[in-house]
Structures are given as structure tokens and as C-alpha cells.
């Protein structure tokens, strides 16, 4: 039965599923409708530093001079906390609390970059550069792959033939052709569900097609992996229920077929919690395990995560087939999911491995601030909702542990290789092993949504040593991937057609490409 049709036996129509969508993120969007972290600044610092951080006889400007004492986050919180006595500025750390300071420090490290909290990019104006781009280690040009694409997109997967994979939230699996053509659905993948509502540009919505990606040995198995969010339509529940489900199947002739479930959960772990932090990420390894991500599809942005007995919160690993691994951290703990790999995830929001040094890394947001890269080591906690380096909406700490009730030591928890705060909502990256971009080999090119910008990151093992913004002011980078050319490919994400793009070195485009 379609799921229109058990909405309406139901009684449900979808105007009143988009009211019951809309107040589970009530909460989160009075908090988005305006920055609850102004108030503070104006209360406490505008006096001296200007209503626009201008500066005034009083103190210095904020924004768009240099900062005697450092412009991290963790620097400017160390300035506001102790002042600055010789030159008059009172520390406030004995009269702010300490998410207080925090918050101010990330408050002005986002109006330093012309980051605003509330304007998520979601229809600024998208103008591909035509002129080369000097970086720092090479010249590259942006050239357009498809245009006209739906305006919530997810995942792009390039093929050995030239063609490109393609899922959007709501349309489901599709095939760009080499000319840049998008094709009908790809018939036969599950459905999706249409049962969104769009706040302030953002989606909420339940039934959606996230990652897509290739087998590594795909051009002799054909296997296409789908992560997406399963609709439980038999569910003893009021209304749709969702979780995320792994399928691989081929597609033949524009249909899919020989579907296989790869990982799923059991009912019970379906929620009606929006899809917008599902995670939903997928990696392979050279030795045939297949990695995924589970965002926050509990009860609220903590329930489960730290327990062992749910999926939320978790990076998971299986074989390509399905098994689980003998060898998984958590397979023989009593009442845990035997899948995990990871836990204590907020919003995993991309995952590769690198082949050479055979390690699993995720990007993930954090609340406000708390960007991270992370390396992903078994069976190790990864802090939420215990600890974050960002504050939570409200300008509070994050320490939920005092309402779970749970004791920890924050040396057992796995710190961010790389803190991105002010967040720049960071979003899919790839570790790039191509040929095309010799000077890049290794490093990490990470995209982001708010921001706008995409990001070169150099690491040595596991130090961060170096960043460099590649693209500033482009658009929403919804997904980064490498297709068999070395060339990288960006899937742009815009409210009017989202857009697919690509990296081209100056010396090949010169040559025609």
C-alpha cells in the first residue's frame, strides 16, 4: 500500500502531518527566527565596542581589524574571560558564566568571517567563477557539469563511463548523462514520501534518499548502495515513522533490481523525528566492510546516543554483504547494537577512508561552534551529547550529562582532530587520491553549507597541520566527491536548481580538459 494511501486510512491528511513536522521543530526554529546570542553582546559589550562592532572611543572594532591576541575562538574566550586591565577592559568571567563567555567569543569570531547565525544561504545568489582560481599550490578553473537539479539534493556518486549518480531528498535516484542531462527516477528504489515542510530555506521532512556509492569493485559487480530513510508503514504509530536503512542493488536499463537490505534496525528505532539530522554517510574499505552514519533520529538531540542499545548517534560497520564483523568493538557487549563502530555522534554529515593509511574519518556539526573533523577510532565515544568545543543554542554549556545522569572523564573522549568554530556547517569532504591534483594528494577537501566555502586541509598522521579556503562565497556544498577522472566534483545545493560542478587544474583545462 502506498504510503498516501495508509496516511489517509489513517485519518492523517499530509497538512496535518506537516503541522505535527513543524512542532517537533518548534523549538529549534524559535531559536533560528533570531540569534539569541545578540542580547548578550548588547548587554555587555556594545557600550565599548559599538551596536555593529564598529568600535567606539571606548574600545577597539571586532571586525575587520587584527586581534593582538589571536582570533580563535578559544583565544578571543581567553581574552573576554581575563581582559585586559592595562588598557581598561574588565574580564568577565566572574560575571558571565562560563557558556556565557563562550558564547560571546563565537558570536564575534562568526561577525569576523560574515557568518550570520540566522542566514543559512539557501537562496543567495550562485554565480559560478569563470576566472581561473589562484591557490596555493596550483590554479584551477570551475566548470558546470548539470544545472536545473531539484533544490534539496544529497549525494552525487561519479561513474566509470562519465555518468554521475544522483540522489535528491524527495525525487529519489537518478543518472546525469555525459552531456549533463538528468534522467527520469531510476523506477523500482523504494519510496519516497513528499512529507516536507521548508522553514527559512531549510527542509524538514521524513522518506529520503541520502548517500549513494559504488561498490569498489563495481565495474565487475554493478552494486549501488542507497542509504536512505525507510518508511515504516506497518508501524504502531499515528503517523510515519522513519529510520535509516542501507539497500544495494543494480541498476539495469533504468531500473533497479536485485535489491539486498544491508543494515537496518528494528522497528522499535524508527521515530518521527525529521530526517534533516539522519547523518546518513556511507565508506568502503579495501577489505570489503562498509561503514555508515546514524545522525539524530531519536527523541530529541541526546535520547540514545550515549547508549550502546540504540543506533543513533553511531558511525556502524558491516560487511558489503551484510554480516556483521567478528572483529566489531561492541559485538559481544550485552544489549548493544553488535554494528557499532563509533558512538557519541551529533550530525555525522560526511565519512571516507583513506586507503593509505587505512583509517576512517567523519565530519560532523557540532551545536553552535563544535565543527569537527574526526578521526574515528573503534569502539571510542565521540562526546555527545557530554561535552562539545560549542556552546548549545541558548548560550549554555553542553552537559547534558547532568540531566542523563552520566559521570565521564573527558579524557575518554576522542577530541577533534581538526575544531572548525565558528561552524561553518561542515558537510560532505572526500581525501583526495587522484591524479589531476598531484599537490593535494592525501589531504582532505571538505565542503560546507552555511559557509559557502570549500576547504583544502593538510594533516600529518593525525596533527592538524594547515588549512587553505579554496572557494569562498559559492554556494551551499552539499556533497564533494572524486570521480575516476581525478577531477572533483561538487554538488551545489540552491532553493531556485541545484547545481553539479567541477575542479579542473589550469594545465588540463588548457588542454581542453
Excluded at 558564566?97 to 560571546?104: D, I, R
Excluded at 555518468?163 to 523500482?188: C, N
Excluded at 570489503?288 to 550502546?308: E, F, P, R, T
Aim: net charge negative.
Amino acid at each position: 500500500m502506498k504510503l498516501k494511501k495508509v496516511l489517509l486510512a489513517s485519518g492523517i491528511t499530509l497538512g496535518v502531518l506537516a503541522i505535527v513536522i513543524a512542532g517537533v521543530v518548534a523549538a529549534i526554529l524559535a531559536e533560528i527566527d533570531k540569534d539569541p546570542f545578540a542580547p548578550l553582546y548588547a548587554d555587555n559589550c556594545s557600550q565599548c565596542h559599538g551596536e555593529s562592532y564598529e568600535g567606539t572611543g571606548e574600545g577597539p572594532a571586532l571586525i575587520g581589524a587584527e586581534f593582538k591576541y589571536g582570533d580563535s575562538v578559544v583565544e578571543i574566550t581567553e581574552s573576554i574571560a581575563t581582559g585586559f586591565p592595562q588598557t581598561g577592559m574588565p574580564g568577565w568571567s566572574g560575571v558571565l558564566g562560563e557558556g556565557q563567555v563562550q558564547a560571546l567569543a563565537i558570536l564575534v569570531a562568526e561577525k569576523r568571517v560574515n557568518r550570520q547565525f540566522t542566514d543559512f544561504k539557501t537562496d543567495k545568489e550562485l554565480s559560478i567563477p569563470q576566472d581561473p582560481i589562484e591557490s596555493e599550490l596550483l590554479n584551477f578553473r570551475v566548470e558546470t557539469v548539470a544545472t536545473g537539479l531539484d533544490p534539496f539534493p544529497f549525494s552525487i556518486a561519479p561513474l566509470p563511463d562519465g555518468r554521475i549518480l544522483l540522489t535528491e531528498k524527495e525525487r529519489g535516484l537518478s543518472i546525469i548523462s555525459v552531456d549533463g542531462m538528468r534522467s527520469e527516477p531510476i523506477s523500482g528504489t523504494p519510496e519516497t514520501s513528499n512529507l516536507s515542510i521548508t522553514v527559512l530555506g531549510l527542509k524538514m521532512g521524513l522518506g529520503w534518499f541520502l548517500d549513494v556509492a559504488l561498490h569498489p569493485d563495481y565495474e565487475n559487480n554493478g552494486w549501488i548502495y542507497l542509504l536512505h530513510t525507510h518508511i515504516c508503514t506497518n508501524c504502531d504509530s499515528w503517523m510515519p515513522v522513519t529510520m535509516n536503512r542501507v539497500i544495494r542493488g543494480r541498476v539495469v536499463e533504468d531500473v533497479w533490481q536485485d535489491e539486498e537490505i544491508i543494515w537496518n534496525v528494528a522497528p522499535e528505532f524508527y521515530s518521527s523525528i525529521p530526517d534533516i539530522g539522519a547523518g546518513g554517510r556511507l565508506a568502503f574499505d579495501p577489505d570489503g566492510y562498509v561503514y555508515l552514519s546514524v545522525g539524530l533520529k531519536g527523541a530529541n538531540n541526546y535520547a540514545g546516543i550515549q547508549d550502546l542499545g540504540t543506533p543513533y548517534g553511531k558511525i556502524h560497520r558491516v560487511h558489503d554483504d551484510g554480516r556483521v564483523p567478528a572483529d566489531n568493538p561492541f559485538l559481544d557487549r550485552q544489549g548493544a547494537q553488535p554494528s557499532i563502530w563509533t558512538y557519541g555522534h551529533r550530525s555525522p554529515q560526511g565519512l571516507e577512508f583513506n586507503v593509505n593509511t587505512r583509517q576512517l574519518w567523519g565530519t560532523e556539526m557540532g551545536p553552535r561552534g563544535g565543527d569537527e573533523v574526526n578521526l574515528l577510532l573503534p569502539g571510542r565515544n565521540y562526546g555527545w551529547p557530554l561535552y562539545s568545543k560549542g556552546v548549545d543554542y541558548d548560550s549554555t554549556p553542553v552537559e547534558y550529562w547532568k540531566e542523563l545522569g552520566i559521570e565521564f572523564d573527558l579524557a575518554d573522549i576522542e577530541q577533534p582532530v581538526v575544531d572548525m568554530t565558528p561552524s561553518p556547517a561542515v558537510s560532505s569532504f572526500i581525501i583526495y587520491q587522484g591524479e589531476a591534483f598531484l599537490e593535494w594528494q592525501d589531504n582532505l577537501i571538505v565542503g560546507s553549507l552555511k559557509a559557502t566555502e570549500l576547504y583544502r586541509i593538510v594533516l600529518d598522521g593525525d596533527v592538524h597541520v594547515h588549512s587553505e579556503i579554496l572557494l569562498e562565497d559559492l554556494a551551499r556544498i552539499r556533497d564533494v566527491e572524486s570521480g575516476p577522472d581525478g577531477l572533483i566534483y561538487l554538488l551545489l545545493e540552491h532553493e531556485s536548481a541545484s547545481q553539479i560542478v567541477k575542479l579542473v587544474p589550469e594545465d588540463r583545462h588548457a588542454l581542453g580538459g
